[in-house]
T-cell receptor
Framework: AQKITQTQPGMFVQEKEAVTLDCTYD???????LFWYKQPSSGEMIFLIY??????QNATEGRYSLNFQKARKSANLVISASQLGDSAMYFC???????????????FGSGTRLQVQP | DGGITQSPKYLFRKEGQNVTLSCEQN?????MYWYRQDPGQGLRLIYY???????QKGDIAEGYSVSREKKESFPLTVTSAQKNPTAFYLC????????????FGEGSRLTVL
């Protein structure tokens, strides 16, 4: 089974509007973290936002917010007031077993390509 | 400036040749990672290292090798045993801490001719 599922291969949004990118995850761990990264055409992965499984409030970072619904195992990224520079690939990722100091690698979804239209 | 440097940015290889991708970080992170990205797919973990002189296989380690002789460096060798090596390779490092996000280099694009 996929650990991270992003069901939207591509999305379009008008400049200045808000957009939601979907992410669902699968884990049996109680302690885990969820991440969103942006990948522009240059290829570098840019960290956007983090949500811990025990965090009581949804994470926010500037124009980015994470709509975390633990019971539904979803962690959707909301980008408000879209800008042309937001056009990129967006990846959802998870780290399981946060208490385990061993493997701390992230597992990534397949990504969503967002295109912001003027 | 602190960051992760990958080189070369583009690399062409003939079939049967080994190639080594360089990854250097000056963030003082203990952990380093190598990921592979294919078109239309997410990142898949090749190898990771939590500390100098120690590393573990990730999900797709076959045909790859790594070393970690220095904290700052984590080179990846793509061997001739890797059946489909054409891909985009990303190196990352990570710190301990509440979020523990990974920091990535700009990637190396390998093409097998």
């Amino acid at each position: 089974a996929q650990k991270i599922t992003q069901t939207q291969p591509g999305m379009f949004v008008q400049e200045k509007e808000a957009v939601t990118l979907d992410c669902t995850y699968d884990t049996s761990d109680q302690s885990y973290g969820l991440f969103w990264y942006k990948q522009p055409s240059s290829g570098e992965m840019i960290f956007l936002i983090y949500q811990g499984s025990y965090d009581e409030q949804n994470a926010t970072e500037g124009r980015y917010s994470l709509n975390f619904q633990k019971a539904r195992k979803s962690a959707n990224l909301v980008i408000s007031a879209s800008q042309l520079g937001d056009s990129a690939m967006y990846f959802c990722a998870m780290r399981e077993a946060l208490m385990d100091t061993g493997r701390r690698a992230l597992t990534f979804g397949s990504g969503t390509r967002l295109q912001v239209q003027p | 400036d602190g960051g992760i440097t990958q080189s070369p940015k583009y690399l062409f290889r003939k079939e049967g040749q080994n190639v080594t991708l360089s990854c250097e970080q000056n963030l003082n992170h203990d952990a380093m990672y190598w990921y592979r990205q294919d078109p239309g797919q997410g990142l898949r973990l090749i190898y990771y290292s939590q500390i100098v002189n120690d590393f573990q296989k990730g999900d797709i380690a076959e045909g790859y090798s790594v070393s970690r002789e220095k904290k700052e460096s984590f080179p990846l060798t793509v061997t001739s045993a890797q059946k489909n090596p054409t891909a985009f390779y990303l190196c990352a490092s990570g710190r301990q801490g509440r979020t523990g996000e990974l920091f990535f280099g700009e990637g190396s694009r390998l093409t097998v001719l």
